[in-house]
């Protein structure tokens, strides 16, 4: 499930954007709400909707749950997109400022990962540009 489809905002939004149209959507479909005119099907409906709401709201406003949702779910993009290459970690170019590793695409495009990313597990990053990605070679120091 993608919880951001669940509560319709944008994968880049930031915890106040998250907790509003939660608290939005939660008074349209909390069952206590509901109009008494609903049939049970529409009820039943609505209950549901609401409880992916309430998993999505769990999920997208604890950080750590957060982080580990966003990498799983760039993975599972990655996965659809054939490989290209496998690309060792040490071999990309390093963007101080914006704290991202990159590697040039043959379609001119690029491969980009956060560090952030990359401590989360990613090893799948897709291009720019096109539909392929690399398959990223690394290992994390011990903490």
């Known amino acids: 499930m993608d919880y951001?489809?669940?509560?319709?905002i944008p994968s880049d939004c930031d915890a106040m954007v998250?907790?509003?149209?939660?608290?939005?959507?939660?008074?349209?479909?909390?069952?206590?709400?509901?109009?008494t005119t609903l049939s049970q099907a529409e009820r039943a409906e609505s209950l549901e909707h609401f409880q992916k709401i309430e998993e999505a709201w769990r999920v997208l406003s604890d950080e750590k749950l957060r982080n580990k949702f966003d990498a799983?779910?760039?993975q599972g993009m990655n996965q659809q997109m054939p490989i290209s290459e496998d690309?060792?970690?040490?071999?990309?170019?390093?963007?101080?400022?914006?704290?991202?590793?990159?590697?040039?695409?043959?379609?001119?495009?690029?491969?980009?990962?956060?560090?952030?990313?990359?401590?989360n597990g990613v090893t799948l990053v897709g291009c720019t540009n096109c539909?392929?990605?690399?398959?990223?070679?690394?290992?994390?120091?011990?903490?």
């Open 131 to 143: 539909t392929l990605c690399i398959r990223l070679l690394y290992s994390l120091a011990p903490s």
């Open 72 to 74: 799983e779910r760039a």
């Open 87 to 119: 690309v060792d970690l040490d071999t990309m170019e390093f963007d101080e400022e914006e704290k991202t590793y990159w590697h040039e695409c043959r379609c001119s495009g690029r491969y980009e990962v956060l560090e952030e990313e990359l401590e």
């Open 18 to 35: 998250i907790k509003r149209k939660f608290q939005h959507l939660a008074r349209i479909h909390h069952p206590d709400k509901l109009p």
């Open 4 to 8: 951001y489809k669940v509560l319709d």
